[in-house]
């Protein structure tokens, strides 16, 4: 069964530090993977996708599949990207007409606090 | 707000009652989804409408949840016989098609006393 860890509940560094935010996935397939950010007392939005291969706010992840990992990385952090952040795997599946459909799992979430 | 909206953000309800809440999704959006958060946990999948056919349900969907599309619009999420352990945060998302990206609503926070 397809699987999403992300070790670190919490995660503190100061502004400025480099931050890394780990994600481990299990899955058979060819994975698809995201990250979504929560900020305080919004809702839950995209920040990137691996497909994509951009960086938004300075975020980058690549996808390893030799080590079934989709770190977040980011080499100067700052206090706004203090939030909750959550990988989550993309399963794209089919049913018996045909129809093919997605569904998210995610990882427990890592609470990122950039100290001043 | 253009964005995927739920309704009501908080419900307080006692144990054995019944609710029903209520996601409207972005409009020209053909896929909905329903997911539930409990404390230090992921958002978990439970369930999927492609339009006004729902393509799969999650084993945690007991037979006391049951969900809505009738329109291919709007969705309902209603729990009956409410019990303590369904206090969670229900999220609602939805996509417009195939690979793309899932847009969520803000949630509705049920507690069962």
């Known amino acids: 069964a397809q699987r999403v860890t992300q070790p670190e509940k919490l995660l503190s560094v100061f502004k400025g530090a480099p931050v890394e935010l780990k994600c481990n996935y299990s899955y058979s397939g060819s994975p698809e993977l995201f990250w979504y950010v929560q900020y305080s007392r919004q809702r839950l939005q995209l920040l990137l996708r691996?497909?994509s291969r951009e960086s938004i706010k300075g975020f980058t992840a690549d996808l390893n599949k030799g080590e079934t990992s989709f770190h977040l990385k980011k080499p100067f952090a700052q206090e706004e990207d203090s939030a909750m952040y959550y990988c989550a795997l993309h399963l794209t599946r089919r049913n018996a007409g045909g129809t093919s459909y997605g569904k998210l799992t995610f990882g427990q979430g890592t609470i990122l606090t950039v100290h001043p | 707000d253009t964005g995927v909206s739920q309704n009501p953000r908080h419900k307080i309800t006692k144990r054995g009652q019944n609710v029903t809440f209520r996601c409207d999704p972005i409009?020209?959006?053909?896929?909905l989804y329903w997911y539930r958060q409990t404390l230090g946990q992921g958002p978990e999948f439970l369930t999927y409408f492609q339009n006004e056919a729902q393509l799969e349900k999650s084993r945690l969907l007991s037979d006391r949840f049951s969900a809505e599309r009738p329109k291919g619009s709007f969705s309902t999420l209603e729990i009956q016989r409410t019990e303590q352990g369904d206090s969670a945060m229900y999220l609602c998302?939805?996509?417009?098609?195939?690979?793309?990206?899932?847009?969520f609503g803000q949630g509705t926070r049920l507690t069962v006393v």
């Open positions: 691996h497909i």
């Open positions: 409009s020209e959006h053909n896929r």
């Open positions: 998302a939805s996509s417009s098609g195939e690979g793309k990206v899932a847009f």
